[in-house]
């Protein structure tokens, strides 16, 4: 008897989601620049925990109600009022080791919460930063997948698709992948894995970052496979690494 | 003074139109399987001109009513009640010269209408059969463009994506572009030019027309530039060629 292998799909954009079953799937947040890879940082520096939320005002209450640390990105830089905000290289251990993050982002958080009110089985996050945990995760779950693109403000971008095709390069032999959208992000991934770096100026965010916010430092380690491997779980309203 | 180049964006899914500002921009209608291809073909063979509808009951009164032909396809097949269907290859000048036709479509037509809704400033349909006419006339109008792909029941498609790579390929000098959409459509296109035919089998559409309806005539057909090389404008309710 054939064994039938769990389906795969890569959703480009938020405004798409309403269109790929949730359901007892695992969805992979995907927000490269940078939440994501923020998020993976924030767990691989050991931080206790990170409860992701919609607004400002939500995070500094929370984080004061609890004592942790509220940060937040709006337009690609610190949200006002807050302190800290969606840099990767922000987070170091001394900084973050045994704390709580209460986070929130333009696009990355906000996917998370729309996957969660479409009934999303399980919900992780991934980023160059942690593209093995990811893969071995989801190898091991044998669950269906939906790679979600957290894109910009419901726009395609590159940079999350980039990172839909790598996923796919390593475990398109454990997945049904019947997608264009895979098609096109595994494309797109193999022609450009081995100069991710160079050809980071061609894409619109990279401008937003660098151009605006000199951000060229958070662009290299959000490119950087494996820099800060660990697996960002979502679970009673928190993330956290698993062990 | 620098003479500044009108913007091109390419929208990926009908779900993503709204994000795009169509007032006095050309807005390209790209359904390459099959509807623009179809409407191609229609008015290269001398049809009088095509009246696209939403619904098929509206295209048999319409048709009724003004002595034309009714056709349209639902999933991929003849929509039931009507005997003509959305194969480019029907429509041979001897049976479609100085007629009207009245299509609906799955994706194609309904594309046109949210454009028409949301303010476009001049609606053409774009596919690789008219593929010189569409570019020759994007450059001429020097107007803002938005290329939108119809893709299927709101998500991505590919060949959709190639047709607008195709164009963007052609006449990327004479617009500014930042838009990954656009970057993608562009190195996709680039990727396959030469081997459209036998890439066509990776397409997830490709399946639905050749196995289960047998249409690999088509495919060729609206995989073939400039057989069809005409400009179909939308004007007062109808698409006719321009000359």
Redesign the interface.
């Given at each position: 008897m054939e064994n039938k292998k769990p389906t795969l799909f890569t959703c480009?954009?938020p405004?798409?989601l309403h269109?790929y079953d949730l359901n007892n799937a695992v969805v992979v947040i995907i927000d490269v620049f940078r939440a994501t890879s923020t998020i993976a940082s924030v767990l691989y520096n050991g931080a206790k925990e990170i409860i992701p939320v919609a607004e400002v005002a939500e995070a500094i209450k929370i984080s004061t109600e609890i004592g942790g640390i509220a940060a937040g990105e709006r337009d690609g830089k610190i949200a006002e009022g807050l302190a800290h905000g969606n840099s990767p290289l922000e987070y170091t251990r001394t900084f973050i080791e045994n704390k709580t993050l209460v986070l929130t982002t333009t696009n990355g958080t906000r996917l998370l919460h729309m996957a969660l009110t479409n009934n999303a089985g399980t919900i992780i996050t991934g980023s160059f930063p942690n593209l093995s945990a990811v893969c071995e995760y989801l190898v091991e779950q044998n669950k269906n997948v939906v790679l979600g693109c957290a894109g910009w403000?419901?726009?395609?971008?590159?940079e999350d698709?980039l990172f839909a095709g790598a996923v796919i390069s390593k475990v398109k032999n454990n997945f049904t992948i019947?997608?264009?959208?895979s098609?096109?992000a595994v494309?797109?991934y193999e022609?450009h894995q081995h100069d991710l770096h160079s050809f980071a100026p061609?894409?619109?965010?990279y401008?937003r970052l660098v151009d605006r916010f000199g951000l060229i430092e958070d662009i290299r380690f959000c490119f950087t496979p494996d820099v800060a491997n660990v697996l960002p779980l979502y679970k009673d309203g928190t993330l956290i690494a698993v062990k």
């Open positions: 480009l954009s405004a798409l269109l403000k419901d726009r395609y971008n590159l698709t019947h997608c264009d959208s098609l096109t494309s797109m022609q061609n894409l619109t965010h401008h």
